[in-house]
């Protein structure tokens, strides 16, 4: 069932809450893929209903990023989730959303703004916002669909870990389940962004994955001083892949550490072909 | 019944929400007085249940004002909230709210901030961060209850038009009710800070509501210039009566006016004996 408008998602949902039926909830920007696959997989075994919301939040996107072209494929993202078991796709207008003529500003609009001790990194630093606009519309489409359980890929280790905060600090009554990420048999973390690369680029952009890998493979080697694993990686780098960031921090509070442990993540960005891909590895896994 | 914990009240409500009983939120910072037993008559008449949140927010005081002497009279609300049929208060720790050792910034926790257009004016311009605290516990309290409907006062009038701002962008499906400021005989608008008023003091503070009815005669009289009808306040004022702000703004939007009509509302704040005091009155009534 494809619904567009928030009143409807309500009135569809109320006779399951009203059945004590679990509401599992897939929050996704659309064009997706073998990882929101893997969510929605992830959701129909914990939950009698599943909505996949499918919605490109103006609010989240910078002024130069990619809002206008970030891919939309709404028939078959409709497809693959009626193929994949889901109940609802829920699917709303940005005005559905923040109203007619709405202004992309705190001028106008109630945000919700995850702590700066966890946005005043990784991609909070150059993305300023970003997970104050995201923050802002999971709130909204946990209270729309009030679901039981939410899905959240690591992929987007950050966004996740501030949901779950978010969660936390403000009692949200739902639960937020994290779930792998999902790569392409050439170690490529999937993302909608890939459609974007050339045959070539998406060869470079391996070169996230080698780094995290070797990473990995030195701290378990024992290898622990955080300076020293970063260090590992500018053997990898090479003109066609610039990187933004890499770093070493706790899993769950993303604290900086000098000597990396098991609850550590390593997470990099870099840009290839104009792409921003981003790609993340749990040391002691 | 008092409850201390959040999990305690969620399992105090459940049954009665199962049963579709009507739950209505009367959030206080304790110290009631007549104004909030209006406001628990109101929940009382239109709520299967009502729940009275005592709960002294030290996230919506700034550094220099009033947080360690606000009045805290748990003993006697309760009493009185027993008195008038009230089902349970709900009365947290700052702990229990905030997690042990909890420091009040936005480094280390989510807040929900209103927008700039609603909180750049009136109590917004001298309290900084003021209705991002009162939003922030309000969304919490709102999580954790999930009241079917919530009471607001008049009295602090800027706080429901944000309130109700907040609810309508984030989707909380909760309705709000504004209910009708109540005065003394004397006129003086009911505040919980009026206990720190001496005789005189409250004498002198008849200043506030003096201020307003003449503006709202004038209006009626047809003066509709904002700019007159803000000049008519000044022979009131004396040497007692420290004047913060006296506005006339529209009722819903608090967007500025330059003509007054009958959905306009006129807005002052006063410092009495060291003592902020504020009040307002609707022009069209």
Do not use: W
Request: proline share 4%; aromatic share 10%; with cysteine.
């Amino acid at each position: 069932m494809l619904i567009k408008k928030i009143k409807e998602l309500r009135e569809y949902l109320q006779p399951y809450k009203a059945d004590n039926e679990t509401i599992g909830l897939v929050p996704t920007m659309g064009a997706l893929h073998a990882g929101h696959l893997s969510l929605i997989k992830t959701a129909k075994s914990m939950c009698d209903r599943v909505v996949v919301s499918v919605f490109v939040n103006p609010i989240q996107f910078g002024p130069n990023e990619d809002y206008t072209k970030y891919p939309r494929t709404l028939d078959e993202d409709y497809k693959l989730c009626t193929q994949n078991g889901v109940d609802a796709v829920f699917s709303p207008s940005p005005a559905e959303m923040y109203g007619e003529g709405f202004i992309l500003s705190n001028n106008n609009l109630t945000y919700v703004c995850p702590p700066f001790n966890y946005t005043d990194k990784l991609c909070g630093k150059s993305r300023v916002g970003h997970f104050d606009g995201v923050c802002t519309v999971v709130n909204k489409l946990f209270n729309i669909a009030q679901p039981d359980f939410a899905f959240f890929g690591e992929k987007d280790a950050q966004q996740l870990i501030i949901i779950k905060k978010m969660v936390k600090d403000l009692n949200i009554p739902v639960e937020i389940i994290g779930c792998p990420l999902i790569r392409e048999e050439s170690g490529l973390a999937l993302s909608s962004r890939n459609k974007y690369l050339s045959d070539d680029g998406k060869r470079e952009a391996l070169v996230l994955y080698k780094i995290l890998q070797n990473i990995k493979k030195c701290y378990k080697q024992g290898i622990t001083d955080v300076a020293a694993l970063k260090e590992t990686a500018f053997t990898f780098l090479n003109n066609n892949v610039e990187l933004e960031y890499l770093e070493i921090y706790d899993a769950d509070t993303l604290d900086e550490l000098t000597k990396a442990n098991d609850n550590s993540r390593a997470f990099i960005a870099c840009k290839v072909e104009d792409v921003r891909l981003i790609d993340n590895i749990k040391l002691g896994e």
